[in-house]
């Protein structure tokens, strides 16, 4: 399966903003946006253009593609999903992406970054509803329970996050019990509840050209 393989701080220059892609690196002077906060390249330096019209609404759906780690072409599923359905298309885009098992691992503070989320549930340590899944993407429903398997409790990057967690900002959409390393999706997210900083209607215009 495709997937970027470059050094993701690059990602976060190029969009002038962190994306949060390499855990609690990127709450430290560390991170690449404090030390160079410029786009990467050899003319990075350059002031950055105004952007305007289609460059705006492309750079938002680069940063959202970025942000959740998701390939061009599943974006554009996520999108076509998101139309068919009653509602905001552009809330409901985020709201499929926020309820990605993924994404939802880390929400919970089990991990630190959707990128080590991700790798956890590749390599089977999550189970959602009893059941072992390995599927990143997997979409969660709502009264859906994640939890970490038994067997994977004592990956060093599970306990290291947990004991962590507080400088997680827990979402209210979610329950997390830590002594079990459980949590519960309770309801789909609001817009106000997905912190974000996205203009997800540039998107809708974008696709809708």
Not at 21 to 34: H, N, V
Not at 56 to 67: D, Y
Not at 178 to 195: A, D, F, H, V
Request: proline share 4%; charged share 35%; aromatic share 6%.
């Amino acid at each position: 399966m495709a997937r970027y393989r470059d050094a993701v701080c690059r990602l976060c220059r190029r969009e002038g903003v962190k994306l949060f892609l390499k855990g609690q690196r990127c709450l430290t002077d560390k991170c690449a946006i404090e030390k160079r906060n410029f786009a990467p390249g050899q003319h990075g330096k350059a002031r950055r253009p105004k952007m305007v019209g289609y460059g705006l609404q492309l750079r938002e759906k680069q940063k959202v593609r970025r942000l959740y780690g998701i390939l061009e072409q599943q974006f554009r599923n996520y999108f076509r999903k998101a139309e068919r359905k009653k509602g905001v298309t552009g809330e409901i885009l985020l709201q499929l992406l926020e309820t990605r098992l993924d994404n939802v691992i880390y929400r919970l503070g089990i991990v630190t970054s959707r990128p080590a989320a991700r790798q956890l549930v590749r390599h089977g340590h999550i189970e959602v509803n009893g059941r072992r899944v390995d599927i990143p993407s997997y979409q969660m429903r709502v009264d859906d329970i994640v939890r970490v398997r038994d067997k994977s409790r004592n990956v060093a990057v599970i306990k290291q996050s947990v004991e962590n967690r507080r400088r997680t900002e827990m979402q209210p959409w979610l329950d997390f019990d830590e002594k079990k390393l459980e949590g519960r999706l309770n309801q789909i997210p609001s817009r106000e509840n997905i912190p974000v900083p996205i203009q997800e209607q540039l998107i809708v215009e974008l696709y809708s050209k």
